[in-house]
T-cell receptor, first 115, second 115 residues
Framework: GDSVTQMEGPVTLSEEAFLTINCTYT??????LFWYVQYPGEGLQLLLK?????DKGSNKGFEATYRKETTSFHLEKGSVQVSDSAVYFC??????????????FGKGTHLIIQP | ETGVTQTPRHLVMGMTNKKSLKCEQH?????MYWYKQSAKKPLELMFVYNFKEQTENNSVPSRFSPECPNSSHLFLHLHTLQPEDSALYLC??????????????FGPGTRLTVL
């Protein structure tokens, strides 16, 4: 079955540091890939997505590139802020051909940014 | 109201109680989902509804009973729960079909505690 593996953390960085959160996946076919973010006490918000190989998703300074050859979708940001402190989830969606499909999530990476 | 709303936000119940969680999406989507987020596990897909028809039941115990009366509303009926069912229950919706994005939008969740 499908699976997503990501570093769990917590990852603690200083403000303005470079961020990388690794994500690798196992899936049949050609899944879509997503990064979601969860702030304390809230639900999940879509951060970015990519639907095919070599696509780059980007939003709010975050980027991730769909690498089929390495089955990876690493999240990066050049300069993090305290407000980026949250839990980040990597997820994939395979397509069964039957309509709606659920997402498969990694365990989440807790990111802490210190001023 | 905008997006995906869930009520109640917090619920405490005994093992013999019966309660229901409600989800409403204001996005005009045609698919809805229930996910469970436990402290030590990845987010788990529970149920999928596509055009009001249940298309997936991810081996969920019968003490959880979903209901989707129309494409905007989704319920999760709970009875005879166990303490290990304590978790954050997240609802999501998406628009499925050709030529549309398949991003799932999440509600804020219901924090359930079973005593």
């Amino acid at each position: 079955g499908d699976s997503v593996t990501q570093m769990e953390g917590p990852v603690t960085l200083s403000e303005e540091a470079f961020l990388t959160i690794n994500c690798t996946y196992t899936a049949t076919g050609y899944p879509s890939l997503f990064w979601y973010v969860q702030y304390p006490g809230e639900g999940l918000q879509l951060l970015l997505k990519a639907t095919k190989a070599d696509d780059k998703g980007s939003n709010k300074g975050f980027e991730a590139t769909y690498r089929k050859e390495t089955t990876s979708f690493h999240l990066e940001k050049g300069s993090v802020q305290v407000s980026d402190s949250a839990v980040y989830f990597c997820a994939l969606r395979s397509y069964s051909g039957g309509g709606a499909d659920g997402l498969t999530f990694g365990k989440g990476t807790h990111l802490i940014i210190q001023p | 109201e905008t997006g995906v709303t869930q009520t109640p936000r917090h619920l405490v119940m005994g093992m013999t109680n019966k309660k229901s969680l409600k989800c409403e999406q204001h996005l005009g989507h045609n698919a809805m989902y229930w996910y469970k987020q436990s402290a030590k596990k990845p987010l788990e897909l529970m149920f999928v509804y596509n055009f009001k028809e249940q298309t997936e039941n991810n081996s969920v115990p019968s003490r959880f009973s979903p209901e989707c009366p129309n494409s905007s509303h989704l319920f999760l009926h709970l009875h005879t729960l166990q303490p290990e069912d304590s978790a954050l229950y997240l609802c999501a919706s998406s628009q499925e079909g050709r030529g549309v994005t398949d991003t799932q939008y999440f509600g804020p969740g219901t924090r359930l505690t079973v005593l």
